[in-house]
């Protein structure tokens, strides 16, 4: 992350590069409308410390569900749920349906969106018509019985 201190960023950061050179520098940047918190650790302890209802935006980059399987599970879901805010938004460009299975059974409503050239899925608490096409997880499970979604492994 320090590297993003001296990184030559694009002209269209300019706006934002007071922003990331903050999050570099110290791993936290806020002011009246954005906290950026950046934890090196153990996410699923970490986000059970947060306030619940207090996200308004969810980005979920975590590797594959090969590599960090436990970032991908419906009971992680449930966690981030549980922090979401009712018109928070969730987005990653995971579009496996065992994922998408495992957000839709924690409670988020799926909807798929092409922005450029890549899908992307979007999960929110609540039902919308904003963006995105919705993705019926019901019809899914229906027309494929095998797809079922990624719970923790019980040791």
């Known amino acids: 992350m320090k590297s993003l201190d001296t990184f030559a960023f694009p002209k269209e950061f300019e706006d934002i590069k007071h922003i990331i050179k903050a999050v570099a520098q110290n791993g936290f940047y806020s002011d009246k409308k954005i906290k950026i918190e ?36 419906k009971e992680y879901f449930n966690d981030i ?17 065992p994922i998408r299975l495992s957000q839709n059974e924690a409670g988020f409503y799926i909807y798929e969106h092409r922005p450029v050239k890549r899908k992307i899925t979007l999960a929110f608490r609540q039902k919308q018509e904003i963006i995105g096409k919705f993705v019926d997880m019901e019809l899914k499970r229906e027309r494929n019985k095998e797809a079922v979604a990624l719970y923790d492994k019980v040791v």
């Open 81 to 97: 749920y549980k922090l979401c805010k009712d018109d928070c938004i969730m987005s990653s460009y995971a579009v496996a349906t």
């Open 38 to 73: 950046v934890n090196i650790g153990d996410a699923r302890e970490y986000i059970k410390t947060l306030e619940q209802n207090s996200f308004d935006i969810v980005y979920q980059d975590a590797f594959s569900s090969d590599v960090n399987f436990e970032l991908w599970t």
